[in-house]
């Protein structure tokens, strides 16, 4: 219980990440975007490269951090990966739906995103190939806290954990404290009206895209971390990502964060109440409760 | 050294190749419906184009160049279903290799294959459900599939497990028609035998996490795992399975033999694993589907279901070369004289195929004997073969423990008592 | 030649079966604004429904009722009927995305059912034991796929002139009412709630037929049938084709089939035999293109929709 308690706040934290992105996408550009799970993988892909590329250049940046599986050139390659991630998102942006968001309805928007989302999947698997891959094939073994109740801990979770409550900080900071926060809450309640207040738009989106993007790139390696890199990545998440931006409610980061939480939690609390083959199901039907308890999700506003 | 003798073996290869007998003008087409997209799929598919050409070099079926057409499934069967159609109507192959899922086999074997009349061979389809329908008549005789029944497998794992004597086990398999089956299987083989199934886990594909399965099965403090997976799925389990904790007594089915298995979890946390798969049978020759597999991609096997592809690629093509006509019933009612198991035997590497060529010209029959052993197909398509338990080394793969047909069903025998 | 027109009628079966459930989620969406993000739980309860109903009792299997094929049918449908409804009541007050990934989770919870409630569903390895209609009487393959195309174009057209009707009723007037301002139709003394559900129901049903036609053609169905992507294959067709536009439906579908399963085609004619292997992969590039170019050069489908206020007016419209 407990065990499945943590676990599911570990897996949260990471759909969280990708979630925060989502939600302020689909928020300002008033779509779904089936392609911002490919972000997660791009952005694990391309820390991965990164990583390889760090080590062999300077091998003394291979060394292990503590008790982790994470070396120090993971972690730069990191930081590379959220900028070029971020900018890939723009240049999506710029190629695709930028030209199609004056035109035509959200749906055609959400299938431009499917189709993206096909191309960026396949691309990827062609390039690094089919088989996953990993950034350590080094076991980190789990401390076990407790015998019984069983708790059993890694470290590498702990980080991840701790990670992605840092980065939720900051950007809850930027988000209330600074000009930036101010403006982006403008854009999102009234995007003609701050513009008039000297908003700049189109700027506006590139920075959301770069902020989602960069996201999804730390939340891609951290789901590689704990499991695998795989260019089926956002095929695996998407649905989830989606389940956190929901169940939260479109258009609040808050509630990205706490969907991701609760996705992660009850998908990890599912054994206890039916067979693992059931597995899949349960996080959409507590989203299913939930939603008809609360029509527009938990933090959504109503309109 | 392994280089030299790779070198020397090219060498030899190209010396051997102005001596082939096709002309370059005659192609007969085969088609192939395997998941090329799918992490799985495209080892199976790059194997069935390594059959087709090793036997080219051999000489083509009747003179003549094969040429595999391939298509991809997506292991959507609407899609599978209509690249075979494609390939019957258009490209007119008397034979369809695939597909890989029962899902996708299945309607076309239903919608295509039967009605047009054209011969079927999967490598991998392991569903009862085609049993059933060969036993309705419903197939038409046109059905066949390398994959030894997980009867078969499950018997040989849950003989590994209690020779190991160990008194209790969580098992996790594929949520999918062959984790269920043999799944189901190796749970009542090891109830009748005494031994404690303490949990039995499904495994979904493409989770974002697998912890809380792990987690699960943990809480029995098994003694031992018997694990029915997949590598991408697998490789992410016992990963888990082994960072928190977890027995490394592991027995593992035949899909997780794979170097990208053993790399991924590691070695030195599968000392004391065990592995289950069919077996070629213990016969004086030499060659071995590993050595072939190893001469043309420079690797060992690695993934399910390799060398039931190359058999089925290889029974398929000594069929349309034995059979009077090229049409799909009569290439079906000639794979009995390729499997006949009072022929010669016969192992398909370059110079057993070109004896068997020789042989089945001369009315003779063949004991195809190739990557899974000595492929007998009963009445509906189906093949039972012999067992073998493997472990990992450092280099490779190791053959441990041969079981014989006759061991295997004296054990299923036992079992029903 | 008769291999191309055999193909062609087995392309078109396939094409015309996929329309069907096109046409029924563009009456949910094209004209009620419902996002139903389950198509697949619908299809899928018709394409088992049919084998359930009309398939024989198996060893093992606790439903089996061998009804006769029509019957078999109207169960399949009703059963899809009856599963939009019971989904309809708990979702149909969502709106849009809530509402979308809500049905979602309904076509994976219908998916994780039919792959582990073996008794029912048989399970992954997937159900079968029916007997295609007339298959034989007709007993030549090639002039029981043309028997079956014409059989499944009669229904396509059926449930098309059906819809058109709809379309061009006060109902469907009040559809479009719905989806373009819910308070100003409730203003006007309507219950979108009701409407809503009663389009929600009736579309799923159609999803339903179509499910019904296409486990028919196999004589077999399994889980791997009915996973998400067929939702987004219906879905894509739609919206290439042009939301709103019953036209633009059926012709969507057929081009994105065509490009779905033609790109394979055309790659193994064209590419090099090195490139084989990666052909599939290749091949969900070309897909994933051929969706987002039309999308650019048409956002709003090839065939956009129009606005016909009524059949009286467009009569009285001098032309």
């Known amino acids: 219980m407990i065990q499945n308690l943590f676990d599911g706040i570990l897996v949260g934290s990471i759909l969280s990440l990708g979630a925060i992105g989502l939600t302020m996408v689909m928020h300002m550009l008033r779509f779904a975007n089936f392609s911002h799970a490919e972000l997660l993988s791009l952005g694990a892909y391309v820390t991965f490269v990164f990583d390889k590329l760090l080590e062999s250049m300077v091998p003394a940046l291979s060394q292990t951090i503590g008790g982790l599986s994470l070396t120090f050139s993971l972690i730069f390659a990191i930081i590379l990966s959220m900028g070029v991630t971020g900018v890939s998102a723009i240049i999506i942006d710029w190629l695709v739906f930028r030209r199609i968001r004056d035109s035509a309805g959200p749906l055609s928007m959400v299938f431009a995103s499917f189709g993206v989302a096909l191309i960026v999947r396949n691309l990827i698997s062609l390039i690094f190939g089919l088989k996953p891959k990993l950034y350590s094939e080094e076991i980190t073994f789990a401390v076990r806290v407790s015998l019984d109740p069983l708790i059993l801990i890694k470290l590498d979770q702990v980080f991840v954990l701790c990670m992605a409550l840092v980065i939720m900080l900051i950007f809850h900071f930027v988000l209330s404290r600074t000009t930036f926060g101010y403006a982006l809450k403008a854009v999102s309640e009234n995007p003609t009206l701050s513009q008039i207040n000297g908003v700049r738009l189109a700027l506006m989106i590139r920075l959301i895209w770069l902020i989602g993007g960069g996201l999804a790139a730390v939340a891609g390696v951290f789901y590689g971390l704990n499991n695998q890199v795989s260019f089926l990545m956002g095929k695996d998440l998407v649905l989830s990502l989606f389940a956190a931006v929901i169940v939260g409610g479109i258009g609040s980061i808050y509630g990205a964060v706490v969907g991701g939480f609760l996705v992660g939690l009850a998908s990890n609390m599912a054994l206890l109440i039916l067979p693992s083959g059931y597995k899949p199901a349960v996080p959409f039907l507590i989203i299913l409760i939930i939603l008809s308890i609360r029509p527009t999700g938990l933090f959504g506003e109503k309109k | 050294m392994k280089a030299l003798i790779f070198g020397l073996t090219a060498i030899s290869l190209v010396a051997l190749a102005p001596g082939l007998s096709y002309s370059a003008d005659c192609t007969t087409k085969v088609g192939a419906v395997l998941p090329t997209s799918v992490d799985w799929g495209r080892p199976i598919a790059a194997t069935a184009r390594m059959a087709v050409d090793l036997y080219n070099k051999a000489g083509g079926v009747k003179g003549c160049k094969v040429e595999l057409i391939l298509r991809d499934t997506q292991v959507d069967p609407k899609v599978g279903v209509d690249a075979a159609k494609a390939l019957v109507d258009l490209d007119k192959v008397p034979v369809l290799i695939g597909a890989v899922s029962s899902g996708v086999s299945m309607p076309i074997l239903t919608s295509v294959s039967v009605p047009s009349n054209v011969m079927q061979i999967s490598c991998c389809s392991s569903s009862t459900v085609f049993t059933g329908l060969a036993k309705d008549g419903k197939t038409k005789g046109l059905w066949f599939r390398t994959f030894t029944t997980s009867r078969n497998h499950a018997a040989v794992a849950a003989k590994i497990i209690k020779a190991k004597g160990y008194n209790n086990l969580v098992i996790f398999y594929k949520n999918d028609d062959w984790g269920q089956d043999i799944g189901k299987l190796v749970k009542a083989d090891l109830e009748a035998l005494g031994v404690t199934v303490k949990a039995s886990i499904a495994i979904n594909d493409g989770q974002p996490s697998y912890r809380a399965e792990v987690v699960e099965a943990l809480k029995s403090n098994p003694e031992a795992a018997y694990v029915a997976l997949y590598p991408k799925e697998g490789i992410a389990t016992m990963r888990e399975w082994i960072s928190l904790g977890g027995t490394q007594n592991l027995v593992v089915a035949n899909s997780l033999r794979s170097e990208e298995f053993r790399d991924s979890v590691g070695i030195k946390y599968l000392g004391k694993m065990v592995g289950h798969d069919s077996a070629a049978p213990r016969t004086a020759s030499a060659a071995s589907f590993t050595a072939l597999y190893k001469e043309a991609f420079k690797k060992e096997p690695s993934g399910p279901g390799l060398p039931n592809i190359f058999d089925a690629v290889m029974i398929a093509l000594l069929a349309m070369e034995v059979s009077p006509t090229l049409s799909g019933d009569v290439i079906a009612r000639s794979v009995s004289k390729v499997t006949d198991p009072n022929g010669t035997p016969i192992f398909p590497d370059e110079a057993g195929i070109k004896q068997a060529s020789a042989l089945l010209a001369q009315g003779k029959t063949i004991r195809y004997q190739g990557g899974t052993g000595a492929v007998t197909f009963d009445q509906y398509g189906d093949v039972s073969a012999p067992g073998l338990s493997w472990n990992f080394s450092e280099k490779g793969i190791v053959e441990l423990d041969y079981i014989t047909s006759e061991d295997i069903n004296e054990f299923i025998n036992s079992l029903k008592k | ?319």
């Open chain 3, 1 to 319: 030649m008769i291999g191309i027109v055999s193909y062609l009628v087995f392309f078109l079966t396939m094409g015309f079966v996929l329309s069907i459930a096109v046409l029924g989620l563009n009456l949910q969406w094209g004209y009620t604004g419902l996002f139903n993000g389950g198509v697949a739980a619908f299809f899928g309860a018709g394409a088992y429904g049919v084998i359930l109903f009309g398939g024989s009792n198996k060893a093992g299997q606790l439903i089996g009722f061998g009804l006769p094929y029509p019957f078999a049918v109207a169960g399949a449908v009703l059963l899809a009927g009856l599963l939009a409804w019971i989904v309809g009541l708990i979702t149909t007050h969502l709106r849009h995305d809530y509402l979308a990934i809500a049905t979602f989770g309904v076509a994976i919870a219908v998916e994780n059912f039919a792959r582990n409630a073996e008794p029912i569903t048989g399970g992954a390895k997937g159900l079968r034991g029916f007997e295609r209609p007339f298959e034989t009487v007709i007993n030549d393959p090639f002039w029981f796929n043309l028997a079956y195309l014409i059989f499944v174009f009669v229904v396509l057209i059926i449930v098309y002139n059906i819809l058109e009707n709809i379309g061009q009723s006060p109902f469907g007037r009040l559809l479009r009412a719905i989806r373009e301002d819910e308070v100003a139709a409730q203003s006007l003394g309507k219950s979108p709630a009701r409407v809503r559900l009663q389009a929600f129901i009736f579309g799923s049903m159609i999803m339903g037929l179509s499910g019904a036609l296409y486990a028919t053609f196999y004589a077999f169905i399994s889980p791997q049938d009915i996973v998400p992507i067929l939702t987004f294959q219906i879905w894509s067709m739609l919206i290439v084709g042009g939301s709103g536009n019953n036209k633009g439906a059926v012709f969507g579908t057929l081009i994105v089939w065509a490009g779905w399963v033609g790109s394979g085609w055309v790659l193994t004619q064209f590419a090099p035999v090195e490139m084989q292997l990666y052909i599939g992969t290749i091949q969900f590039i070309m897909i994933g293109l051929i969706i987002v170019l039309t999308l650019l050069i048409r956002p709003k489908g090839l065939l956009p929709e129009k606005l016909i206020i009524s059949r009286s007016v467009a009569r009285v419209k001098p032309e």
